[in-house]
């Protein structure tokens, strides 16, 4: 359903601009597959992907070759981060999920509209998003807006400062200020949706089926994981669904369901595209990789909403990926302070549902995907082509002539192990600390820049514009 890539505007910058550089790799994965390119960098974006040659480049322009065991990938595009500043900076910050980001080969980010205060549900919170962000992002930053009930008159408005779309929650979305929509309300905003010719990302949980699931029965199952998972049962996510895809097909909206974690929905969603309903999806690392028969009890560091099923249930998300039921692949980073993961009592019920992986996300994916005989070509439609297209995000996610020139030497053969004390995230608590992952990020450039380091490079991105 995703193709071609969305086209870059304006086309490639002029050529011998200063900050040049020449890129050239055995292996450089572009749309149309992995070969020996020359990749050209004029004024931040690709200007040319021609035949590998050796030699040193043009005079005015940097070259670079990368090692025989490094691959050039475009720059990862993750839709989905919680950056929580400003109102929540203590959770996560724009300087430090960019740096982790960029250290991680993500290139854009698109942050969330909650758990930051205010959320971004009007032109003035966005407004204050944006001055929190300026001059401190080592990577491109969009913003989803929100819908909360009460706010589909600020939509337009909303949409009109360059949002890429509008996230709504069908259960708690953990924090006060977004509250869920109902049913009814969910029409609402898909129905202004519609007109605005938008998406609508949605928090497919519904919140009756969940209340009515039974959660810890006794004291002591509040440390158990089987519990938890009890009380967010894959049928919340499909009854969810299939109201969103009744919804998108009366109104003709667009949506995207977020964190797909219940391979039950499959089938649902692959029949709506087969209607020709509007309809996209998304999984994360930690349903891809982790599994619950192997979360220990008190582990809340697993923690999150929806739930890290069985095994069998990850298999199936792999296979929906691989048949593209499940277009992308972006981290749903959601950080907070360790006090609230509640590690002392280690209680599923009371624990902040979220995971930290922005850093992380490319190896935790890569180290599965190669073992179900994925390539990297398929990592590169998932992780940064795909989400793209259904963000609208122009010009990036793809390593072609005119896209920027975000790009990423990786070395997918190298492992390495996880030291929580290298990563750039506010809080180093992961459920990945001490797992061996396949592949290392070797460097990363934001429109032909190195990025990551001192500088922070990033700007900040609108829908319909070019950074
Ligand atoms: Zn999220």
């Not at 998003?129 to 939509?155: C, E, L």
Request: with cysteine.
């Amino acid at each position: 359903m995703v193709s071609p890539g969305v086209p870059p505007a304006g086309g490639p910058a002029a050529p011998g601009a200063a900050g040049d550089l020449v890129i050239r790799a055995r292996r450089v994965v572009t749309p149309g597959g992995t070969r020996p390119a020359t990749v050209r960098v004029s004024a931040g974006r690709i200007s040319d992907v021609g035949p590998y040659e050796p030699g040193p480049g043009p005079a005015r322009a940097d070259a670079v070759t990368l090692a025989s065991d490094e691959v050039l990938l475009p720059g990862l595009v993750d839709t989905h981060v919680h950056v929580n500043e400003p109102g929540r900076t203590d959770w996560e910050g724009f300087a430090s999920a960019t740096r982790a980001a960029a250290a991680g080969g993500i290139t854009t980010i698109i942050d969330m509209p909650l758990n930051s205060i205010p959320p971004t549900v009007d032109a003035a919170a966005l407004r204050a998003k944006r001055a929190a962000a300026a001059g401190q992002i080592h990577v491109d930053v969009g913003f989803w807006g929100g819908a909360v009930p009460g706010s589909v008159g600020r939509m337009p408005d909303l949409y009109g400062h360059g949002t890429f779309g509008f996230k709504v929650f069908l259960a708690d979305s953990g924090v006060p200020e977004f509250p869920p929509l109902d049913r009814a309300g969910l029409g609402r905003v898909m129905a202004q949706a519609a007109a605005l010719d938008s998406v609508v990302i949605v928090h497919a949980e519904d919140a009756a089926v969940i209340a009515s699931s039974a959660g810890p029965l006794t004291e002591g199952e509040g440390r158990t994981y089987r519990a938890f998972l009890r009380s967010r049962p894959a049928a919340a996510e499909v009854s969810a669904i299939t109201q969103v895809i009744e919804l998108a097909q009366e109104t003709g909206a667009r949506a995207h369901v977020l964190h797909l974690s219940a391979a039950d929905a499959i089938g649902l969603l692959a029949a709506a595209r087969r209607r020709g309903a509007g309809i996209t999806a998304e999984t994360c690392p930690h349903y891809l990789a982790l599994a619950a028969e192997d979360v220990p009890d008190g582990a809340t560091q697993f923690k999150c909403c929806p739930p890290i099923r069985e095994r069998d249930n990850r298999d199936r998300l792999w296979r929906a990926l691989r048949d593209g039921i499940i277009d992308c692949v972006v981290s749903d980073h959601s950080p907070c302070p360790p006090t609230l993961k509640r590690l002392d009592i280690g209680d599923f019920g009371t624990a902040w549902g979220g995971i930290s992986s922005v850093q992380l996300s490319l190896p935790v994916v890569w180290t599965q995907a190669r073992e179900r005989g994925h390539s990297l070509d398929d990592m590169a439609r998932w992780m940064a082509a795909a989400p793209a297209q259904i963000a609208g995000l122009a010009g990036k996610g793809q390593i072609g002539p005119g896209f920027d020139a975000d790009l990423v030497a990786f070395a997918p053969d190298e492992s390495f192990v996880v030291d929580p004390a290298r990563l750039h995230h506010r809080h180093p608590l992961t459920p990945y600390a001490g797992a061996r992952l396949d592949g290392v990020v070797r460097r990363t450039w934001l429109r032909g820049q190195p990025a990551g380091g001192g500088r922070p490079g990033g700007r900040l991105l609108a829908r319909g514009e070019r950074a």
